[in-house]
Structures are given as structure tokens and as C-alpha cells.
């Protein structure tokens, strides 16, 4: 009974956490259409009883948040709870009776892109209780912010090229026909992209 009192205890501190954390963020492009994931981590050694984190999402360009621990450090010895009941966020707890030490990325969140191309959206950590310094792992960079722009890529090579722009022309005017959603915004959502009037 003391031992489920303990980890009770120790979830509802986690749940309940509020650490403010500093700006710096990273950039990513992910394809309209698809699904996308971002891990969450942190590059120091440290003790891990636990962690706790809420990440705030824009519902109209991200939707159906998923988080597991699978992948990462904490995936054989921690408990893991998620909760999205409120718009918008996802909250997310792990901890373990019989903590381990080490570092690298303890979190995958997933995200369906809702929005069209030239669309733009930042995922933040509303709270971030890690045992040391992390965030959004992206390349070599822990970030506390995500910069996510959407583009229209045809063939999938995560950049917005003249190649694109001719395929989404091409099935707005009828030559192909295209399952995916590409016309003429996408073509100049590409074009812009080619010419550098657009940042992605």
C-alpha cells in the first residue's frame, strides 16, 4: 500500500509541476498530409526518477497528438501516462520505483499536419520538468520552441523545388491525376520557395 501511495505521490508532483523554460528554437518542414514526430530529450548524464512535461500545439494546423516512450531511454523500466483532455495540449508523465542515469531522447511526440503549404505554426512546452538542460531534439540542438513550416512536397525530399511546383501545376491543370491535395497554391507556394520570397 505504501509502495502505490509513493508512486501516486510521485505522479500527481509530476502532473502538477509548472517550470518555466527559456526560449531558443529549432526549424523543421514537414509535408502537408502526413504525419510527423519530433523527439524530446536532453545531451547531460543524469538520474532519471522521472518527467514531466506539457506541450502546447496549434489544434487548426496539428491534430490527433500521439507520445510514447518507445525508442527511447525510458522505454524498459518507466510507468508512462498521457493526457490531451484539454485543446491544444498534451501532458505527459513518466517515472520508475527503480530509477536508471543516463541521457539521450526519453520522449516521440507525433502530430497529423493539417495545414496547407506556406502554412507556419510553433510547438512550445507549456511546462518542461526534465533531470537536466533539454527539449525538441533536432539534429544536434535541444530546442525549448519548434518553428514548423508545412510544404507541398511531391517527392517527398523534406524541400520545396521547382520540381514540385511543375507536378502541382500539372494536376491543377488536369494532366495527372494526383491523390494528394496540389494546385495552384501549392505550385506557388514552391515557387515562391525557388525564387527565396519564401523561407522554408
Same mark, same amino acid.
Given at each position: 500500500?505504501?509502495? *502505490?501511495? *509513493?508512486?501516486?505521490?510521485?505522479?500527481?508532483? @509530476?502532473? #502538477?509541476?509548472?517550470?518555466? /523554460?527559456?526560449? %531558443? =528554437?529549432c526549424e523543421i518542414a514537414v509535408r502537408q498530409n502526413s504525419k510527423f514526430t519530433v523527439a524530446v530529450g536532453f545531451s547531460q548524464n543524469a538520474e532519471i526518477e522521472g518527467i514531466n512535461m506539457t506541450t502546447e500545439f496549434d489544434t487548426e494546423l496539428? %491534430?490527433?497528438?500521439?507520445? $510514447?516512450l518507445t525508442g527511447g531511454i525510458l522505454e524498459e523500466n518507466y510507468s508512462f501516462m498521457t493526457n490531451d483532455d484539454i485543446e491544444g495540449e498534451i501532458r505527459i508523465a513518466a517515472y520508475a520505483a527503480d530509477p536508471v542515469s543516463g541521457s539521450g531522447d526519453v /520522449? @516521440?511526440? #507525433?502530430? !497529423? /499536419?493539417? %495545414? *496547407?503549404?506556406? !502554412? =507556419? +505554426? $510553433?510547438?512550445?512546452? *507549456? +511546462?518542461l520538468n526534465l533531470p537536466s538542460e533539454g527539449g525538441f531534439h533536432v539534429g544536434d540542438e535541444f530546442c525549448k520552441e519548434l518553428e514548423i513550416s508545412v510544404i507541398y512536397d511531391s517527392n517527398r525530399d523534406n524541400r520545396l523545388g521547382m520540381e514540385d511546383a511543375i507536378y502541382a501545376l500539372q494536376c491543377a491543370s488536369g494532366m495527372f491525376q494526383c491523390e494528394e491535395d496540389a494546385g495552384i497554391r501549392e505550385a506557388l507556394c514552391a515557387l515562391q520557395a525557388v525564387s527565396g520570397k519564401s523561407d522554408f
Open positions: 500500500m505504501r509502495y *502505490k501511495l *509513493k508512486i501516486l505521490i510521485l505522479m500527481l508532483f @509530476f502532473l #502538477s509541476a509548472n517550470t518555466s /523554460v527559456c526560449a %531558443g =528554437g496539428l %491534430g490527433s497528438p500521439e507520445a $510514447t /520522449v @516521440f511526440l #507525433s502530430f !497529423d /499536419v493539417a %495545414g *496547407k503549404c506556406s !502554412d =507556419g +505554426t $510553433t510547438l512550445s512546452f *507549456k +511546462t
